[in-house]
């Protein structure tokens, strides 16, 4: 074997010293499959050599603590990449033949190979060997046309094939063990950054995952709409309009469907100055933009401290756009007022055109209705709002975006 390698090796080096671009259109392709296949039967090489390193324990022998570990040092690669090379040495030489055989010949990709391992080793033990070498054969003629995530799916389904008596049983008990190990795993975390943001990390089962999905598709408006927002910014933003929708619905448990509080505490003095930065009740800090933005729609309550922290008297909620003020927002600007957007008003913030921390009354003439995102784009400074001569918003963009700060209007929710 050592031969045969230093005399591939030295026609590697004919390989390499040739340039691309000398070759025709039909010799570039041709060159780039047959590399592709040496490629392959070199990885199926290179595997076999790794399984037997590790079966001889010749890693432990010489010192390290794994093959993996010995391969990271000998190889210069990454753990990640020993560990996950011993396992597909392992893996294959313990699957079924047709594969090894097909990626010895480089029809197969190692990714492909594995699949067809992991499908056949997911077999119920009632399918028997013959079953299983039937099985592994079919998924690896579907190779020659299947990238690795479509023979997946085949793969899954591959009883359906070569046994239709055993898929529908098989199939039941593959679900079911899926769901059970979807219900032990799932979880979510919300974890507070040093930077001031927030993780959202987890694992939802199949069900839960399918109701995220069908509740925010639709707030994610796709990509080419105007919309600069990149997918997971949108997913973001969807994510809290729908939990917006569901504290408006009344319906949440304990204080889960009051509108969103937020409690000022303050000294022993009056109430004068600007909103400033705001700390929630977890602790985490929000800044006085962000203050202002959550207190256009929500209950504020003034709470007076002492000096130790303890609340001395709660006061009662000042204003909210809420009952015949809400509804006349309702009939006038008909759903989010800013130009363009289609949002309806039940996902929609009652927005003060003059903050209420500065000062501005709630009443109809100081009051737009605002989706989520748009809430946040006024709030940002960039754009104004303001109420035309008959009474209804108009917005004056930013000058970078047109340089006269023509007035616009949202024309999307008067049809009639």
């Known amino acids: 074997m050592v031969t045969a390698i230093g005399q591939l090796r030295a026609a590697v080096d004919d390989v390499v010293d040739v340039s691309p671009w000398a070759l025709s259109e039909a010799d570039l392709i041709?060159?780039?499959?047959?590399?592709?296949?040496?490629?392959?039967?070199?990885?199926?090489?290179?595997?076999?050599?790794?399984?037997?390193?590790?079966?001889?324990?010749?890693?432990?022998?010489?010192?390290a603590a794994s093959?993996?570990?010995?391969?990271?040092?000998?190889?210069r690669i990454t753990g990640r990449a020993a560990r996950h090379m011993v396992a597909a040495a392992v893996s294959l030489d313990a699957g079924p033949a047709?594969?090894?055989s097909a990626l010895a010949q480089g029809t197969i990709t190692v990714e492909q190979a594995l699949v067809v391992v992991e499908a056949v080793g997911a077999l119920p033990v009632e399918a028997g060997p013959e079953v299983a070498d039937k099985a592994a054969q079919v998924l690896v003629d579907l190779a020659a046309v299947h990238e690795p995530i479509a023979l997946r799916r085949l793969g899954a389904r591959i009883l359906d094939h070569v046994a239709p008596d055993l898929a529908e049983r098989a199939e039941a008990e593959a679900l079911r063990r899926a769901e059970e190990r979807a219900l032990?795993?799932?979880?979510?975390?919300?974890s507070e950054q040093p930077d001031g943001q927030v993780r959202l990390s987890g694992r939802l089962d199949g069900e839960t995952a399918a109701l995220l999905r069908a509740a925010i598709?639709?707030?994610?408006?796709?990509?080419?709409?105007?919309d600069d927002r990149g997918p997971g910014q949108r997913r973001h933003d969807a994510l809290a309009e729908v939990c917006r929708l569901a504290l408006r619905t009344g319906d949440l448990p304990e204080h889960g469907g009051d509108r969103p509080q937020l409690v000022v505490s303050v000294a022993l003095d009056p109430l004068v100055n600007r909103l400033g930065a705001g700390t929630l009740d977890t602790g985490l800090r929000l800044s006085p933009a962000a203050v202002r933005r959550i207190a256009c729609d929500a209950a504020v309550?003034?709470?007076?401290?002492g000096g130790d922290g303890q609340v001395l008297d709660v006061g009662r909620q000042r204003r909210?756009?809420?009952?015949?003020?809400?509804?006349?927002?309702v009939l006038r600007d008909g759903g989010c007022a800013f130009p363009g957007c289609d949002r309806p008003p039940r996902w929609c913030d009652g927005h003060h055109i003059r903050h209420w921390s500065d000062g501005g009354a709630t009443r109809l003439d100081n009051a737009v209705l605002l989706c989520g995102h748009h809430h946040r784009v006024v709030h940002q400074g960039d754009w104004t709002v303001r109420l035309g001569p008959d009474g209804r918003p108009e917005f004056r963009p930013p000058a970078w975006l047109d340089p006269h700060r023509s007035p616009r209007r949202n024309l999307y929710h008067r049809r009639c």
Not at 217 to 225: N, R, V
Not at 320 to 329: K, M, N, Q, S
């Open 217 to 226: 598709e639709p707030l994610c408006p796709p990509s080419g709409t105007g």
């Open 301 to 305: 309550l003034p709470a007076v401290l």
């Open 320 to 329: 909210l756009v809420t009952g015949p003020l809400r509804r006349a927002l």
């Open 30 to 63: 041709a060159a780039l499959d047959a590399v592709h296949l040496l490629e392959q039967r070199l990885a199926a090489a290179r595997l076999g050599l790794v399984r037997e390193v590790d079966s001889r324990g010749l890693a432990t022998a010489q010192g």
């Open 98 to 100: 047709p594969a090894r």
């Open 67 to 75: 093959t993996a570990g010995w391969l990271r040092d000998r190889l």
């Open 184 to 190: 032990t795993h799932r979880h979510v975390t919300i």
